[in-house]
């Protein structure tokens, strides 16, 4: 799929990572959705299904926690107050203990719910808003939203297929 240069395609690339992504992340047995046997975000380290998920729910949430800073005119911590983009592994460990609590189910609801919020804060935002100009060094706004989410779903979906074949 070509790197999105606009709000709808944006928007697009977000929804059919998305679809296919949930399509196969429902395919995961409840019974082992927590086994640690795909290779984790950090070198040498194992994660869950349930911890893919929480993964990306976190990265999700924090994209929408950058936009809402940004439209308060705050300052935004990229990646994340405390981590920087060279230790993500740390970032991803956050993540799954933030949502360990969650039930499987609960955690792809959760998914979902913040997903069609992102969706919601992406399309109220015109074209110049999000390519108009650089956002974080040289990424535009709409490049960084489309890293941290569309482009994750497409990768979560390369791990949770593999595993599902295993």
């Not at 959705?33 to 893919?52: K, N």
């Not at 230790?87 to 949502?99: P, T």
């Not at 808003?129 to 650089?134: A, R």
């Given at each position: 799929?070509?790197?999105?240069?606009?709000?709808?395609e944006?928007?697009?690339?977000?929804?059919?990572?998305?679809?296919?992504?949930?399509?196969?992340?429902?395919?995961?047995?409840?019974?082992?959705?927590?086994?640690?046997?795909?290779?984790?975000?950090?070198?040498?380290?194992?994660?869950?299904?349930?911890?893919?998920?929480?993964?990306?729910?976190?990265?999700?949430?924090?994209?929408?926690?950058?936009?809402?800073?940004?439209?308060?005119?705050l300052?935004?911590?990229?990646?994340?107050?405390?981590?920087?983009?060279n230790?993500?592994?740390?970032?991803?460990?956050?993540?799954?203990?933030?949502?360990r609590?969650?039930?499987?189910?609960?955690?792809?609801?959760?998914?979902?719910?913040?997903?069609?919020?992102?969706?919601?804060?992406?399309?109220?935002?015109?074209?110049a808003?999000?390519?108009?100009?650089?956002w974080?060094?040289?990424?535009?706004?709409?490049?960084m939203?489309?890293?941290?989410?569309?482009?994750?779903?497409?990768?979560?979906?390369?791990?949770?297929?593999?595993?599902?074949?295993?």
């Open positions: 799929m070509a790197i999105p240069t606009s709000r709808v944006l928007l697009q690339a977000i929804s059919t990572n998305f679809n296919r992504l949930i399509a196969d992340l429902a395919q995961v047995p409840i019974n082992r959705a927590r086994e640690a046997t795909l290779d984790g975000h950090a070198a040498a380290s194992r994660m869950s299904p349930a911890d893919l998920v929480a993964y990306l729910l976190g990265w999700n949430t924090l994209v929408l926690s950058w936009l809402e800073r940004d439209d308060r005119g300052p935004v911590d990229f990646p994340e107050t405390g981590f920087k983009w230790a993500l592994g740390r970032l991803a460990q956050k993540f799954y203990d933030d949502y609590e969650l039930s499987y189910s609960q955690l792809l609801e959760a998914l979902i719910d913040v997903k069609g919020r992102l969706v919601d804060s992406i399309a109220s935002r015109t074209d808003e999000l390519y108009g100009c650089p974080y060094g040289k990424w535009s706004k709409g490049r939203i489309q890293l941290n989410t569309a482009s994750p779903y497409a990768n979560a979906r390369g791990r949770i297929r593999k595993w599902l074949k295993a």
